[in-house]
């Protein structure tokens, strides 16, 4: 059908908040189901699924070779594309799930896991459901009608939790993770495909196939080396430690991601399209929207990450249990390469938004021949503690100086951004100063009290000294327009 004003519904802010709604929802789900799994699954079960899980997250983000980000930013009539896009995007994430499933073998031995095979194969179905879902989820997006995402994602978590823990107290082991994750992205992808009311057909247009690879080759080649990036942890703690030491990484991992995953994405929804929509429109705008958001994520992002950093060691086993302590070392420096992730996120968004995906490839391209030693030399140096290190490291020192540099490149003043996330950077110093020195007096007390008293006071005083009262009314302006 005809891609009208009516199909635009709502704004970036409302898809913003829908995105939220859906991520808090599926968020507060996949925390409950972690909790209960990790009582019924040993660490070595998380390290099994977590092989699986890098292996399958690299070629989710090369499977359709940039083409849905590709649909999101089409200048024209989007059905134009479709028929070309959905053959081309089941095409490839066919070809990726036969590779995958020929190649299980050898990577779960190079990852240390050998009896991770099975779970790396039956994971690699999420590739074949996302080459069908693919095109349409882009349709919504570019409509902003994140609304519809975020029913089907929670649908789809509501029937992931039970069956994943139904498994693992049938003794399913770490199948668990994926008969759950199959189960949500099955349902999720048949109401995402019904609610785009665009039916399914098939096509090659020479002319279309060209733009598409155009724009979509760059960016699936820096989206698959920032999956390198985001997976290569992973596979090398699992080579050096073995799947138990893994496991206890992926917890810390796992807790990193919580803002990635409930505020991240759901911002990533509306900064693509809503990015994309400036640049095309209102293009002399873009530099100040810019402005505008990346100093917003950084408010987000500080005090979570320093909070969660300094008060890890009591976190982890007051959620998860004693046994689960040592992933409390990974995570403190964990969170400075979420927060790190997110910014970066931001700014590939507002390179695709001006079709800049090579300075997207060339950026995650010197991250990652930087990153990669540095995490095989923190794994022998300092065990999962010198990984998150040299996380860190690596984000701060070379990660967020390029982003900058490639902003400029394209006409964005950065000096503006960095002047405003002085505060919020001090802010969150004073808190997380504040939490370890409440942590510590009430050592005593039970943990809840503990982390209550801590974290309420680190977050009184990052929003007294962090947060300006005129950016708080700017934050919720944003967020209601």
Known sequence: MPENESDRAGSAGLGLRWGLLARVATKVGSFAMSLILARLLAPSDFGVYAVALAAQQFLWHVNDAGIVAAIVQWRGKIEDVLPTATTMVLTFSLTVYGLLWLFAPYFATVAGNPRAEGMVRMLAVLIVIDGFVGVRSAVLLRRFQQGKIAKANMAGMVVQVPVAVGMAAAGAGAFS????????????????????????????????????????LPLAASLGVEALLLNADTVIVGAVFGATVLGFYTL????????????????????????????????????????QIIPMVVILVVPVAVLVGVLAPAIVPFLYGERWLPSAAALSFLMVSMAVRMLSGTVFDVLTSVGATKSIAIMNLCWAVVLIPALWAGAHIGGIRGVAIAHALVGLLLTVPMGALFLRRIGVPVAPIGYASVRPLIGGLAAGVVAWLALRATSGAIPLVQLAAAGSAGLLVYVATGISSSRFREMRVLATS
Request: aromatic residues 8%; glycine residues 10%; without cysteine.
């Open 177 to 216: 993770f994926a008969g759950g994750a199959i189960s949500s992205s099955l349902l999720a992808g048949v109401l995402m495909i019904a609610w785009a009311r665009e039916p399914i057909r098939f096509g090659l247009r020479r002319e279309v196939v060209v733009k598409l690879l155009r724009f979509g």
């Open 252 to 291: 810390a991992l796992n807790i990193s991601n919580w803002v990635p995953g409930l505020v991240g994405e759901a911002l990533r929804h509306v900064t693509l399209p809503g990015f994309s929509r400036v640049a095309d429109q209102r293009p002399e705008e873009l530099s100040a929207k810019v402005q």
